[in-house]
């Protein structure tokens, strides 16, 4: 049987736009995979000549990049100076959505309601209500729908997974996870992503979602979890004073399926996480770190506790578990594609579920700060 090809529209020609792009023309086989493939049949900017500066780019890539436009993968690709051309082009089965944040639900709407399948960076949207207008939407059409968490599908969320799963390190105790990036906002203009609050900016929404999956993977999946969501219990974030946005935000979560465990997530924007871990699962016989950037790591560490209080592991050992590709964003795709083959409108690794409840984080987050103001 020959792969289920998955041709793409892709909306905006930004940096994570192309990103996308370039994963995804990548040769399968380099990350182990022969049933699904990609093609990009289209791409929306704000005008013509942007997209086709940005098609002429991806004809243009070196190696290992270079596979999808030697393989005819780009061959008959649309440009359009709107994206109303995407939405409606026959050709395309599916719509990568990298506009920035407060685009993203006008943007979904549209493609679901034109009867494409969707999948969109986070933030998913700019507050709950319109997540579910979304989800809605993907029933009425039978359309696919996914946020693109792409952490969630590399091979090293499945490891971790595997190691903390297996009871090896015995009962999960709590986790700290932490994204956070100097983006030296005082020398950023008040039009940057990051400053203008008409934009989603602040570090909550640009920042948040690669803590939050770190939680959500290791608590909110755990097998003696059962599904059972978090209860907030506490949330701070400081205000960046030039334009109101949260320069920091974090929040602490206690998840009573798991006996109480709980697990503080930060972002900020105005200092880099410290260290080479950003996150830390902390167990009963020993804990797991994962190294620092924790939207795409590659490695963690099994490491032992110390003095009087060694468990059952005593000596450290490193993991390495690197994406192939550019970031690691074709992994996504290839779930995107194989959901769309059989079939399905979501994820059973993204579920709608787990959206609703790292959105309804947001959303407390951002409101309680409000609520102080």
Same mark, same amino acid.
């Given at each position: 049987?020959?792969?289920?090809?998955?041709?793409?529209?892709i909306?905006a020609?930004g940096?994570?736009?192309?990103n996308?792009?370039?994963?995804?023309?990548?040769?399968?086989?380099?990350?182990?995979?022969?049933?699904?493939?990609?093609? +990009?049949?289209a791409?929306?900017?704000?005008?013509?000549?942007?997209?086709?500066?940005?098609?002429?780019?991806l004809?243009?890539?070196?190696?290992?990049?270079?596979?999808?436009?030697?393989?005819?993968?780009?061959?008959?690709?649309?440009?359009?100076?709107?994206?109303?051309?995407?939405?409606?082009?026959?050709?395309?089965?599916?719509?990568?959505?990298?506009?920035?944040?407060?685009?993203?639900?006008?943007?979904?709407?549209?493609?679901?309601?034109?009867?494409?399948?969707v999948?969109?960076?986070?933030?998913?949207?700019?507050?709950?209500?319109?997540?579910?207008?979304?989800?809605?939407?993907?029933?009425?059409?039978?359309?696919?729908?996914?946020?693109?968490v792409?952490?969630?599908?590399?091979? +090293?969320?499945?490891?971790?997974?595997?190691?903390?799963?297996?009871?090896?390190?015995?009962?999960?105790?709590?986790?700290?996870?932490?994204?956070?990036?100097?983006?030296?906002?005082?020398g950023?203009?008040?039009?940057?992503?990051? +400053?203008?609050?008409?934009?989603?900016?602040?570090?909550?929404?640009?920042?948040?979602?690669?803590?939050?999956?770190?939680?959500?993977?290791?608590l909110?999946?755990?097998?003696?979890?059962?599904?059972?969501?978090?209860?907030?219990?506490?949330?701070?974030?400081?205000?960046?004073?030039?334009?109101?946005?949260?320069l920091?935000?974090?929040?602490?979560?206690?998840?009573?399926?798991?006996?109480?465990?709980?697990?503080?997530?930060t972002?900020?924007?105005g200092?880099?996480?410290?260290?080479?871990?950003?996150?830390?699962?902390?167990?009963?016989?020993?804990?797991?770190?994962i190294?620092?950037?924790?939207?795409?790591?590659?490695?963690?560490?099994?490491?032992?506790?110390?003095?009087?209080?060694?468990?059952? +592991?005593?000596?450290?050992?490193?993991?390495?578990?690197?994406?192939?590709?550019?970031?690691?964003?074709?992994?996504?795709?290839?779930?995107?594609?194989?959901?769309?083959?059989?079939?399905?409108?979501?994820?059973?690794?993204?579920?709608?579920?787990?959206?609703?409840?790292?959105?309804g984080?947001?959303?407390?987050?951002?409101?309680?700060?409000?609520?102080?103001?």
């Amino acid at each position: 049987m020959s792969p289920k090809e998955l041709r793409w529209g892709i909306l905006a020609t930004g940096k994570i736009s192309t990103n996308f792009s370039k994963d995804i023309l990548t040769d399968p086989s380099t990350r182990g995979v022969s049933d699904v493939s990609h093609r +990009i049949a289209a791409v929306g900017s704000r005008n013509v000549e942007s997209a086709q500066a940005f098609v002429d780019k991806l004809h243009k890539l070196d190696a290992p990049f270079d596979w999808g436009a030697k393989q005819g993968k780009l061959d008959g690709c649309k440009v359009y100076g709107s994206y109303d051309g995407v939405y409606n082009d026959p050709n395309v089965d599916a719509i990568y959505i990298g506009t920035p944040h407060v685009a993203h639900f006008d943007n979904a709407k549209s493609a679901l309601s034109a009867g494409k399948h969707v999948l969109c960076e986070k933030p998913f949207v700019m507050k709950l209500e319109e997540l579910d207008e979304l989800i809605a939407l993907a029933k009425k059409h039978n359309v696919f729908l996914m946020e693109a968490v792409w952490t969630r599908f590399q091979p +090293i969320a499945y490891a971790v997974q595997e190691v903390l799963f297996s009871g090896k390190l015995g009962k999960v105790k709590r986790v700290e996870a932490d994204f956070s990036i100097d983006f030296k906002p005082d020398g950023l203009p008040d039009s940057h992503r990051m +400053i203008d609050p008409t934009l989603g900016g602040g570090s909550l929404l640009d920042l948040g979602p690669y803590p939050s999956v770190w939680a959500m993977l290791t608590l909110f999946q755990h097998p003696d979890n059962h599904r059972t969501p978090p209860n907030i219990l506490f949330t701070h974030q400081t205000p960046y004073a030039r334009s109101g946005v949260d320069l920091n935000s974090r929040w602490l979560l206690e998840f009573p399926g798991l006996g109480g465990v709980q697990a503080l997530l930060t972002t900020d924007m105005g200092v880099t996480g410290g260290g080479e871990r950003g996150a830390v699962i902390v167990c009963e016989e020993g804990d797991i770190a994962i190294e620092w950037g924790l939207s795409n790591p590659s490695r963690f560490w099994i490491t032992p506790h110390t003095g009087k209080r060694m468990g059952l +592991i005593t000596s450290k050992t490193e993991h390495h578990h690197p994406v192939q590709g550019n970031s690691g964003m074709a992994y996504e795709a290839d779930e995107v594609a194989r959901c769309v083959r059989d079939g399905k409108t979501e994820s059973e690794r993204m579920r709608w579920e787990e959206s609703r409840i790292v959105q309804g984080w947001f959303d407390r987050v951002r409101g309680d700060a409000a609520g102080k103001k």
